[in-house]
């Protein structure tokens, strides 16, 4: 609030450590703000200034009079996916439709989900689907920290309210476009066996790749990391620091992080990968993922077309933030290398939503999100 020099809020962004009620924190920013019109998630850690920390809040507050939005929540994404969607974009084609009426025709949702709950990346190809090809989607998977004691778990919320297993969304319409970039910088890893790099689905069933270049997929999976045993109990962390990458013709298009592994030696998925995929085992290397991240920033930039930036959200993918370790703040200094003085929150996230111009994918693994607000 004081950042703003004594103007009111249109709308907010709260990201909280799931150690604290995440609807206790709403009304607390709301309380202070006097901003109803705000969006939160749950994070696996928080981003602020120059800093990431864990089992605190971060807060963006925008004010943008020349400017329209609206807020949409739809509780039990998991049960009911599609009307889940439809409830998010319920209004919207009304509120698109006024505000072009005031020369605001430019517009971009942000989607806040539970990452827990299944189907998030079926979930965005809904509401791809409610919004039109060419509305910009931005946002995240709200998750829990494993670094922070408590019995927290993910949430959503809008204004004061908050739930589980639920979707959000804040849609903005304005004059001027919302600047966006994505990057993971991931590499695919080269085999310590000989062969190629990249393989193929040869079998599989719904969620679960059976079996890559008919071999069972975990006993493929291990041959391109050495040294590397691979159980049912396996932790996540290393599918996130070595996830898939899916190719389309011959350009490596998106990243997936396997969640599971099956007895009979099968991947286990967020989301259907059909039999036929070329993928191969992609690894994160910390230089990478710094560059990247300032790709995706200098990329936000560009987008704002010449707009001028008065906030960035980051977007950012948990098992980046492993990745890096003690070197995180290396890939925040690489965005702030592209927008200095200019204020920054987000929050690490289970998934990552971007889809602008020029990218037809809207959900993402292992990326960094950049969303430039403009003045």
């Known amino acids: 609030m004081k950042a703003?020099?004594?103007?009111?809020?249109?709308?907010?962004?709260?990201?909280?450590?799931?150690?604290?009620?995440?609807?206790?924190?709403?009304?607390?920013?709301?309380?202070?703000?006097?901003?109803?019109?705000?969006?939160?998630?749950?994070?696996a850690g928080e981003?602020?200034?120059?800093?990431?920390?864990?089992?605190?809040?971060?807060?963006?507050?925008?004010?943008?009079?020349?400017?329209?939005?609206?807020?949409?929540?739809?509780?039990?994404?998991?049960?009911?996916?599609?009307?889940a969607a439809r409830r998010l974009y319920k209004e919207f084609g009304n509120q698109s439709a006024q505000a072009k009426t005031l020369g605001w025709a430019q517009s971009s949702s942000i989607i806040a989900m539970d990452g827990l709950s299944s189907g998030c990346e079926r979930l965005v190809k809904d509401v791809m689907a409610e919004s039109g090809p060419f509305q910009q989607l931005v946002g995240g998977a709200a998750g829990v920290d494993p670094s922070v004691p408590g019995p927290g778990r993910a949430q959503v919320g809008v204004g004061r309210d908050a739930a589980p297993d639920a979707a959000a969304a804040l849609h903005v319409f304005g004059r001027t476009r919302w600047g966006v970039g994505v990057e993971h910088g991931l590499e695919p890893r080269k085999p310590s066996t000989p062969g190629a790099a990249r393989m193929m689905v040869t079998r599989a069933s719904g969620p679960v790749i059976?079996?890559?270049?008919?071999?069972?997929?975990?006993?493929?999976?291990?041959?391109?990391?050495?040294?590397?045993?691979?159980?049912?109990?396996?932790?996540?962390?290393?599918?996130?620091?070595?996830p898939l990458g899916l190719y389309f013709l011959d350009e490596l298009r998106v990243v997936r992080i396997p969640i599971g592994i099956t007895p009979g030696g099968g991947l286990i998925c967020p989301a259907e990968i059909p039999q036929g995929t070329t993928v191969s085992i992609l690894q994160a290397e910390p230089d990478g993922l710094v560059r990247a991240a300032g790709r995706a920033a200098t990329t936000a930039l560009k987008n704002l077309e010449g707009g001028r930036p008065a906030g960035v959200l980051l977007f950012d993918c948990v098992c980046r933030a492993d990745a890096l370790g003690a070197g995180f703040e290396r890939e925040l200094k690489s965005i702030r290398a592209i927008f200095p003085d200019t204020p920054l929150a987000g929050f690490l996230s289970y998934g990552e939503i971007a889809r602008f111009r020029g990218r037809l994918e809207?959900?993402?693994?292992?990326?960094?999100?950049v969303v430039a607000i403009p003045q």
């Open 362 to 369: 809207g959900w993402h693994h292992s990326a960094a999100v």
């Open 4 to 43: 703003l020099e004594g103007d009111a809020p249109s709308y907010g962004f709260v990201f909280a450590s799931p150690r604290h009620q995440l609807s206790a924190a709403l009304s607390a920013v709301a309380d202070v703000s006097g901003c109803e019109d705000l969006i939160g998630f749950t994070s």
């Open 210 to 242: 059976e079996e890559l270049d008919g071999r069972p997929a975990v006993e493929a999976y291990q041959r391109t990391i050495p040294g590397l045993a691979l159980g049912p109990e396996s932790p996540r962390r290393c599918f996130g620091r070595h």
């Open 47 to 83: 981003i602020g200034g120059d800093s990431l920390v864990h089992g605190g809040v971060s807060v963006m507050l925008v004010h943008a009079p020349s400017t329209a939005h609206r807020l949409a929540f739809a509780a039990g994404m998991t049960e009911e996916r599609a009307g």
